[in-house]
Nanobody
Framework: QVQLVESGGGLVQPGGSLRLSCAAS????????MGWYRQAPGKQRELVAT???????DYADSAKGRFTISRDNAKKTVDLQMNSLKPEDTAVYYC??????????????WGQGTQVTVSS
């Protein structure tokens, strides 16, 4: 059974930094593409950053230049370093594990989320 446990959220002032971490269990971590998504109140969940099994990263435009996603296959963790945080980054951040079954089908697993609040 896939388990994803996020940590590192909290309250930070604008311009500050936070590092989110997601610990995975119950999976062969190196076979999964991993990602971070977020959902603000009243809004749909949106992609923040992804990192493939091979280490290729991709970012939402809002995250480029400020956030960095990384993974450690030995520790089965994926981190999101967030710098220069803005109030609009306030959201619940979710860890995602995606397993590609076929060329057109995949399976998603989600963590419980961690709250990030950017406010003075």
């Amino acid at each position: 059974q896939v388990q994803l446990v996020e940590s590192g959220g909290g309250l930070v002032q604008p311009g500050g930094s936070l590092r989110l971490s997601c610990a995975a269990s119950g999976i062969i971590f190196s076979m999964y593409d991993m990602g971070w998504y977020r959902q603000a109140p009243g809004k749909q969940r949106e992609l923040v950053a992804t990192i493939t099994r091979g280490g290729i990263t991709d970012y939402a435009d809002s995250a480029k230049g400020r956030f960095t996603i990384s993974r450690d296959n030995a520790k089965k963790t994926v981190d999101l370093q967030m710098n220069s945080l803005k109030p609009e980054d306030t959201a619940v951040y979710y860890c995602n594990a995606n397993f590609r079954i076929t060329a057109t089908a995949s399976r998603d697993s989600w963590g419980q989320g961690t709250q990030v609040t950017v406010s003075s």
